[in-house]
């Protein structure tokens, strides 16, 4: 028995359903679309830091289960806002 696609009023309620349902049921309802993902452009520097800070950063980017670059690219949006904000 084929299964239904449900209508959803919004897109929490289609992402909770999809978080209990497979895919595979309904793939015969659905329509192949093409898209492509566009990153946004980041520029590449290089910084040096003291050893030790680094390795302070790393322990912190690793307990937040994140890469360490990442991180310091969270502190540096982070302060740069807060600049901005006070002219």
Avoid: C, N
Avoid at 20 to 33: C, G, I, Y
Avoid at 58 to 74: E, H
């Amino acid at each position: 028995m084929k299964r239904q696609l449900p209508d959803f009023k919004t897109a929490e309620e289609e992402a909770a359903f999809w978080e209990k349902h497979s895919v595979a049921p309904f793939l015969s309802q659905m329509e192949t679309v093409e898209f492509e993902v566009v990153r946004p452009r980041k520029t590449q520097i290089s910084i040096r830091f003291d050893p030790g800070i680094l390795a302070q950063v790393q322990r912190i980017a690793d307990a937040k289960g994140i890469p360490y670059q990442t991180l310091i690219q969270l502190w540096v949006a982070e302060k740069a806002a807060g600049q901005d904000q006070r002219g």
